[in-house]
Antibody, heavy 119, light 110 residues
Framework: EVQLVQSGAEVKKPGESLKISCKAS????????IGWVRQMPGRGLEWMGI????????RYSPSFQGQVTISVDKSVNTAYLHWRSLKASDSAMYYC????????????WGQGTLVTVSS | QSALTQPASVSASPGQSITISCTGT?????????VSWYQQHPGKAPKLMIY???SRPSGVSNRFSGSKSGNTASLTISGLQAEDEADYYC??????????FGGGTKLTVL
């Protein structure tokens, strides 16, 4: 069975860096795009970007370009979302999800990682 | 890119049908048959309900159906049940090779 297991909740201070993870199992990791989705408290879903583990081809939503970095480590079937300098406005739930192919539907979702940024 | 436009809320009684619209542009919804719909219950991860405009994943009730006309896609839920009460989001591929979600619709089953 396909599973995406995300790392645990994080509490950080503004200006700190952070990398959260999404470990995939149950399918060929390098053959499917992985996307990241933000959900701020009480708000809707926002698509952040996508990466193809096979060759690390990465695309970002214009809203998130330059704000975060998406990467993968094929050796451990894991995708990452990285911030160099967190802001309070980065506080949100972050989901990883598998895309059936570039731009198509998200068929399997992680459980979410809650990030809280507060001084 | 702007979010796709959905009504903020819809409501209906059990057994009735509802339709949620999702309006985009000729650069996203109108450009491809890559519209999908997701159901999200409070505190849970989203769940895929409809993909490629009209297709239903295995295990999703046939009370859920999708359609598209021009730049507007729609999700219809027939025979409403209490368990259908949730937030619903549409999603589309765009001509910029990115993806955009709708703002979400809260469905209340009265």
């Amino acid at each position: 069975e396909v599973q995406l297991v995300q790392s645990g909740a994080e509490v950080k201070k503004p200006g700190e860096s952070l990398k959260i993870s999404c470990k995939a199992s149950g399918y060929s990791f390098t053959n499917y795009w992985i996307g990241w989705v933000r959900q701020m408290p009480g708000r809707g879903l926002e698509w952040m970007g996508i990466i193809y583990p096979g060759d690390s081809d990465t695309r970002y939503s214009p809203s998130f370009q330059g704000q975060v970095t998406i990467s993968v480590d094929k050796s451990v079937n894991t995708a990452y979302l990285h911030w160099r300098s967190l802001k309070a406005s980065d506080s949100a739930m972050y989901y990883c999800a598998r895309h059936a192919s570039l731009g198509r539907f998200l068929d399997w979702w992680g459980q979410g990682t809650l990030v809280t940024v507060s001084s | 890119q702007s979010a796709l436009t959905q009504p903020a809320s819809v409501s209906a009684s059990p057994g009735q049908s509802i339709t949620i619209s999702c309006t985009g542009t000729s650069s996203d919804v109108g450009a491809y048959n890559y519209v999908s719909w997701y159901q999200q219950h409070p505190g849970k991860a989203p769940k895929l309900m409809i993909y490629d405009v009209t297709s239903r994943p295995s295990g999703v009730s046939n009370r859920f159906s999708g359609s598209k006309s021009g730049n507007t896609a729609s999700l219809t839920i027939s025979g409403l049940q209490a368990e259908d009460e949730a937030d619903y989001y549409c999603n589309s591929f765009t001509m910029s090779s990115t993806v955009v979600f709708g703002g979400g619709t809260k469905l209340t089953v009265l």
